[in-house]
């Protein structure tokens, strides 16, 4: 359950596609009394007000039509994470007009890539995407 905002300046409008909202809240987290996390909370809602999506320590993206392969290659450049066991690829969201496509559990950038391919195949060119990369589980940790 969502906490009331204490400071609602903190409260940011990320972005907006016309149908969905994405607001991000940064806060910080105490822990051992002096040891601090900061957590960027992300919440896209709808034009009715209902939470479909709510993630941690989330990246949003807005972009048009024709930038949204360069956009995606950033964000899986950025927020892949390589360690021993392989690349831990990050978790995908994209929001087309009402519409959340959920991409997280892919195994490889080029199966992310061809699934929105596919999805984003007859999109609009006046419509904005919203692009939502969040951090897996296994990369929260650290």
């Not at 007000?49 to 709510?54: E, K, T």
Request: proline fraction near 4%; charge should be neutral; charged fraction near 25%.
């Amino acid at each position: 359950m969502l906490s009331p905002v204490r400071e609602p300046e903190r409260l940011v409008l990320a972005a907006d596609n016309g149908y969905l909202s994405a607001y991000t809240l940064e806060s910080v987290q105490r822990r051992f009394f002096v040891l601090k996390k900061k957590i960027n909370t992300l919440c896209l809602i709808d034009r009715d007000g209902v939470i479909r999506l709510q993630k941690k320590n989330s990246t949003v993206a807005l972009c048009a039509p024709s930038k949204w392969n360069p956009t995606l290659k950033t964000l899986l450049e950025d927020h892949t994470v390589y360690g021993d066991g392989g690349a831990e690829i990050p978790n995908i969201y994209v929001a087309l007009g009402s519409r959340i496509i959920d991409l997280a559990g892919m195994q490889s950038h080029a199966q992310i890539n061809s699934l929105c391919e596919v999805e984003l195949a007859g999109i609009q060119k006046d419509e904005n995407l919203i692009m939502v990369c969040t951090m897996t589980t296994e990369n929260e940790r650290g």
